[in-house]
């Protein structure tokens, strides 16, 4: 199918001031919303399993909602393409807001994580749609810029108070809050949305061919792979794992071979013909992986490594998630004036490298301000870098593709997150169990207990931790000691896999070398939005394929 209507924009807004304020508005909750809920599940997770147990399962309550969005965010955002992104929009808030219900009154872990893999679904319809949107409303990337300061601003309140409210509620209210401070925040953004938000189709055609078989393929190849990278440290190079990992090969194999041959592709192929957009893609990986791996194993190492309560942990984390949206703003009104707008994300990178050094010298003894400057130069970092990969992509894509090429960037940044938070948590676990081992050779000898020190819960429950040291009184031993011997063995862990996160962004930095001068020069034509908004109708589609 060929796009019969792709937008040109216009230099300018392209509606009226106030709609667009009201409808930025009613994003801005939207974004509220989710910041809130990626950054209170972090702080809360420890106190999680301490209460339902489970650790086996601390990993997943968050590569499943990885998992989950990962195939939904290039389905809903070609489709929104074909559709208009407003009515996936409003159906993807409506069911983030039933699945946090869902996840709030989670009676065991199980049940917790399938709460999380169904608000993944929704938070993948809402990232493939809900932030294309920015750019329908303003196609010029300059005035796009100006206006994402919105965004920004409101990522940043939530980022401010989100890990801190998180800590304060799971510390007096109990961790099933966290999930139920998604209802205000999305009935707000659903009210002004439903109101406010234009629908633009960017093609339109009386017979749309949706491609279900793309999207099965990528779905298996996609769940293969969570599966393998998860089990695989467990089972080792079996002969289960190895079929596995060949059924992910096969079915991303069976996937490039359908979309070559589909007239509806669900990803067109031929956005990779541009060298931009295949190392665009890669560095959005490398940014999730490093973004998930801090936003998930930080918060455990302050709570089980220095012994730290949730709402301390909360208040520990906010300089990282605040300094993301301060990095957001600072390159908004930096990026315009630069010759060379790709340059941020050297700095961006560089930054995560040399704060993420930093964070390999912290320890429960080490002054907290060396941790709160290592996690705000991390944030500024990523603030620097997260924004500006969608708006170079944007602009390198014909605009019949801005859903998916935007969905594109969402879901290699989850497919990132989704390997490094298995990837970094295998290897905390595998270096934690090995030290805590280690006791078997001193005086004290094997017995029952270590097993269940070897369980990382121990150092996140009150309960379970009384009842292992009063354990070991029982038999003559001091608790406290084998305690704080896991406790550093925790921190050796975590600090090995942020090893593995400075390799990532040391490779990143040298990927970027690669990257072609990225400028803002491409000059727009019509605007039939505007046209449209002013004759008072609904914007429906543009007219020419832009370059």
């Known amino acids: 199918m060929k796009p019969t209507a792709d937008r040109a924009p216009g230099p300018g807004m392209l509606l009226p001031f106030r709609q667009s304020m009201l409808a930025m508005t009613g994003l801005g909750f939207v974004t509220m919303m989710v910041a809130i809920d990626q950054t209170v599940v972090g702080t809360a997770l420890p106190t999680v399993v301490a209460e339902l147990r489970g650790f086996e399962l601390y990993a997943w309550v968050t590569t499943a909602y990885l998992l989950t969005s990962i195939i939904t965010i290039p389905i809903f955002g070609r489709l929104g393409d074909f559709y208009g992104r407003k009515p996936f929009v409003v159906a993807s808030i409506i069911l983030f807001l039933i699945s946090s219900v869902l996840c709030g009154m989670a009676q065991s872990m199980i049940q917790l994580v399938m709460g999380r893999a169904l608000q993944g679904v929704a938070g993948g319809m809402m990232l493939g749609t809900a932030f294309a949107v920015v750019p329908d409303m303003f196609p010029d990337p300059r005035v796009r810029l100006r206006w994402q300061v919105i965004l920004s601003s409101c990522f940043g309140v939530a980022n401010a108070v989100g890990p801190t409210l998180g800590g304060f509620l799971t510390f007096y209210l109990g961790w099933r809050a966290v999930f139920f401070m998604n209802l205000p925040l999305g009935l707000l953004g659903l009210f002004f949305l439903l109101r406010y938000l234009p629908n633009v189709r960017h093609m339109q055609q009386a017979n749309i061919r949706l491609d279900w078989q793309g999207s099965v393929l990528i779905a ?76 998930i194993y930080i918060p455990l190492l302050l709570q089980g490594g220095f012994g730290l309560t949730a709402r ?7 300089p990282l998630v605040v300094s993301i949206t301060v990095g957001s703003i600072a390159s908004a009104r930096v990026l315009p004036r630069m010759k060379r707008p790709d340059h941020i994300l050297h700095i961006g990178f560089a930054l995560l490298l040399v704060c993420g050094v930093g964070l390999l010298l912290v320890w429960a003894q080490t002054p907290r301000i060396v941790l709160i400057t290592c996690l705000t130069g991390c944030g500024v970092g990523l603030g620097l870098i997260m924004p500006n990969l969608t708006v170079f992509i944007q602009e390198r894509v014909k605009r019949s593709q801005l859903g998916i090429s935007t969905a594109l960037m969402q879901s290699t940044r989850m497919v990132g997150g989704m390997v490094g938070t298995a990837v970094v948590g295998s290897i905390i676990n595998h270096y934690y169990v090995e030290r805590v081992r280690q006791l078997d050779v001193t005086p004290f000898g094997k017995g029952s207990w270590l097993a269940r020190l ?37 921190v050796w862990g975590i600090h090995a896999g942020l090893i593995l996160t400075l390799v990532v962004a040391a490779i990143a930095l040298l990927w970027l070398l690669r990257l072609p001068a990225i400028s803002f020069d491409r000059q727009p034509a019509a605007a039939p939005l505007q046209n449209a908004v002013a004759a008072g109708r609904e914007p429906a589609a543009d007219t020419r394929e832009s370059p």
């Open 220 to 295: 298996l190849a996609l769940a293969g792979l969570q599966f393998l990278v998860q089990l695989l440290p467990m089972y080792g190079a079996r002969l289960p794992m190895v079929g596995l990992g060949l059924f992910a090969v096969a079915c991303m194999t069976a996937f490039v071979w359908w979309e070559r041959r589909c007239e509806a592709a669900l990803i067109p192929l031929d956005m990779f013909t541009d060298r931009s957009v295949v190392i665009l893609c890669l560095l959005s990986f490398f940014v999730g992986f490093i973004l998930f791996a801090l936003l």
């Open 454 to 490: 070897e369980d990382p819960q121990v150092l996140v429950s009150d309960q379970v931790q009384s009842a292992f040291i009063g354990a070991l009184q029982r038999l003559g031993l001091h608790g406290e000691t084998f305690i704080l011997h896991a406790r550093e063995s925790l």
């Open 312 to 318: 301390e942990v909360g208040v520990l984390i906010t």
